[in-house]
């Protein structure tokens, strides 16, 4: 069993322990308020203004730079914000398990970056394997794919270790983290042939509200980062207000791609509550609402509750 449940109360929600406090707190309020039997409608106020929490889908947190990495962490944790961490290289595999074992409420995936193909060798896949099964924080493989946008001569190699890691997420059972750029129709190609189980999820989804729709009906989910708090940003506005919610997630990508009113800054895991506000408010719904259903898809993604 993943080690989430103490921050669960069934049937409830989801609380960290800041609201504990404040629960409880409210609890003993409302019970000296109302010693006439008036305690059942405090339960109704306590289950209103707990907050659900927020998962953040993609986060290179152990790549900050101007943040205090221990500060940003905790950030997180108190504003009720799960991380997932993914890797990049054949190395930062390594370095990825040992961060999200540091902290609480972090967790992470392993996997190389399409930049990095030409460097992946069988080790490579044992080291992953290894990996996963001595580290039960690693909950996917990412993030994996490719990228035509930097250098164009190396594609086919891509391609090959892109299917390589895709049928090793098959064999261990777990979700991908796809990365995708100036490379949409390929990548999307290569999952239809060659993923059989894994659940995908097209991380910072930076195409048109079509390609969301043709990816949804593969069944893969649609990951929304910071960009869509970015004023000029059409395309990713359309997909976050038009988009079924159950085939949404939440991302921060940080470093990078810092939400309103951060933008140009670094960015951090906590901002992730930024990206889920920029999408209520385009849907016209909520917060509490995207982040419950965000919540409640990744959770059916990554198996939280799964023993
Ligand atoms: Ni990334």
């Known amino acids: 069993m993943l080690p989430i449940s103490p921050f669960r109360f069934s049937n409830l929600g989801y609380m960290c322990a800041i609201d504990i406090v404040k629960l409880f707190s409210f609890m003993i309020l409302l019970y000296k308020k109302n010693e006439n039997g008036a305690r059942n409608s405090g339960c109704v106020i306590i289950i ?4 659900p929490y927020l998962i953040n889908t993609h986060s290179h947190a152990n790549m900050l730079k101007d943040t205090n990495i221990d500060e940003a962490m905790t950030n997180a944790s108190n504003e009720c914000i799960l991380t997932v961490i993914p890797s990049s290289t054949c190395e930062d595999i390594f370095e990825v398990s040992d961060f999200i074992t540091k902290y609480d409420n972090v967790y992470g995936y392993v996997g190389v970056y399409p930049e990095e193909a030409k460097n992946f060798t069988d080790k490579t896949l044992n080291d992953m394997e290894f990996l996963i099964k001595n580290n039960n924080k690693i909950i996917g493989i990412g993030e994996i794919g490719l990228d035509y946008y930097w250098d164009k001569s190396f594609n086919e190699v891509q391609k090959e ?7 090793f997420a098959n064999q261990m059972n777990l979700p991908i983290n796809v990365h995708s750029r100036e490379s949409h129709f390929d ?4 999952l239809r042939k060659y993923n059989k189980n894994s659940i995908a999820i097209m991380h910072c989804f930076s195409g048109s509200l079509e390609f969301a729709k043709e990816c949804i009906k593969e069944g893969i989910y649609i990951s929304l980062g910071g960009v869509v708090t970015f004023k000029n940003a059409v395309k990713a506005k359309e997909v976050a207000s038009n988009i079924p919610l159950e085939y949404l997630l939440l991302e921060t990508d940080d470093p990078y791609l810092a939400p309103v009113p ?3 800054k670094e960015n951090q895991p906590m901002y992730v509550k930024y990206v889920a506000q920029a999408i209520a408010d385009l849907r ?3 917060v509490d609402n995207v982040a419950e259903q965000t919540t409640k898809n990744a959770e059916r993604i990554f198996k939280f509750n799964a023993k």
């Open 187 to 190: 990548t999307l190609d290569l």
């Open 48 to 51: 209103t203004m707990m907050k």
């Open 262 to 264: 951060f933008r140009g």
């Open 284 to 286: 016209g719904i909520s």
């Open 161 to 167: 270790v892109f299917i390589k890691q895709i049928e």
